[in-house]
């Protein structure tokens, strides 16, 4: 597969060196690496992830929840001056839950919740990006009046010299009323989301900022159909999320959604190597049938399947804790459970160490340890993902 190379802080290489140790165990060394149906069960495994993050790239979430400006905006995106507003009101348009006021003189209210940088691997970052929306009027794709009048975003990327790159606006992809605004009588919450074309890699150069808005429309039939405009919001594009991985939501790899369930890291075929910035290690945690959360202590339902090709990485980690998978590929889990049908959620997030992985003995991960005076930082656990597992 062709690489795509990114400016240098772009890229965040973890490297495990391959180690040679003298293993002193009472197995054989053929018994550490598994049965060969088991190998051909992981190969089987890595293909499909593979087929999986071909097609549908690797995605890491970035909560923000943060309030931004919303004011009201012509067709050319100008904002509308407040003595303008205050003498429109065109008659009220119904559509869906509510009534359009179609009275411009109420500001509606915005916040920005979360974006998304899904890396296609060869073709650029895709951006998703999502708002809730508190408005006295139907906010919808498009206005049924002025056809023209779509709900769409902004995507804005500027280098270092401040010089515009990169410019698009495409469609929402979703507007849903989402109920009544519980801090605003008489307004409704909507949910918006969008989401820009693949955007090539060479606009995310070093020193780039990315900057995300939306417009988008009401149902109100004006001649001119004002739009709710969303302020900017700006992306570093080599800081923050992109380079700390707690800042973030990674993505892991389930093996198949029958028994057993077995979970990889976000990329065990290493697809992205050049072009994503990985965390160093990632914790799944799981319950079934709504009992506790299970992960970092021992448990007889959970273990590491095969051993990795290097023998002194998988003993780093073996018998001192569980529930860490790498983005790598070289640890997976493995959930064991009572003969019957469970209802299994599971939940994720990324760890960062304090320092590199080289400046541990062997360059090997160590047991992290969390708070004030740990050595790594989190991420925020990732919704619950729940699957129904006969075994």
């Not at 100008?78 to 500001?107: E, M, Q, Y």
């Not at 198949?256 to 072009?275: H, M, N, V």
Request: some cysteine; charged content about 15%.
């Amino acid at each position: 597969m062709r690489k795509v190379r990114l400016a240098k802080k772009w890229l965040l290489f973890f490297l495990l060196p391959a180690a040679v140790v003298i293993m002193i165990h009472s197995c054989k060394k053929q018994d550490r690496q598994g049965s060969q149906a088991d190998q051909k069960t992981r190969t089987d495994e890595l293909l499909a992830i593979k087929q999986r993050i071909d097609r549908d790239g690797l995605t890491y979430t970035v909560p923000v929840n943060q309030k931004l400006e919303a004011y009201f905006a012509d067709k050319t995106g100008n904002r509308v001056p407040d003595s303008l507003l205050k003498k429109t009101a065109t008659g009220a348009k119904t559509v869906d839950a509510i009534t359009s006021s179609c009275d411009f003189s109420n500001t509606p209210s915005a916040t920005f919740v979360s974006y998304s940088l899904t890396s296609m691997c060869q073709s650029g970052f895709v951006i998703a990006w999502s708002y809730t929306i508190s408005s006295n009027n139907n906010l919808v794709l498009t206005n049924p009046t002025v056809s023209t009048a779509k709900s769409k975003g902004v995507v804005k990327i500027y280098n270092s010299g401040n010089t515009q790159v990169y410019s698009a606006t495409p469609l929402a992809t979703s507007v849903t009323d989402i109920g009544a605004d519980p801090a605003n009588p008489g307004y409704e919450l909507f949910a918006v989301a969008i989401t820009s074309d693949a955007i090539p890699f060479s606009n995310f150069a070093s020193g780039n900022i990315v900057k995300l808005g939306a417009t988008i429309v009401t149902d109100c039939p004006d001649v001119e159909a004002f739009s709710v405009a969303i302020s900017m919001y700006d992306i570093n594009a080599n800081g923050g999320a992109a380079a700390n991985a707690c800042d973030r939501l990674d993505p892991i790899q389930v093996a198949q959604s029958s028994a057993p369930l077995r979970f990889y890291g976000e990329d065990p075929i290493g697809i992205c190597a050049s072009t994503f910035p990985y965390p160093q290690l990632q914790e799944i945690q799981y319950s079934a049938d709504s009992a506790t959360w299970f992960g970092e202590s021992p448990s007889t339902t959970l273990s590491y399947w095969l051993p990795p090709s290097s023998i002194a990485v998988y003993d780093s980690i073996l018998n001192k804790h569980l529930g860490y998978v790498d983005p790598y590929g070289a640890l997976e889990l493995n959930i064991s459970l009572a003969p019957g049908t469970h209802i299994v959620s599971v939940r994720s997030r990324n760890i960062m160490f304090n320092n590199p992985l080289s400046s541990y003995p062997g360059s090997m991960w160590p047991v992290p340890t969390f708070g004030p005076n740990g050595n790594c930082c989190v991420g925020p656990w990732s919704a619950v993902t729940t699957y129904s597992v006969t075994y």
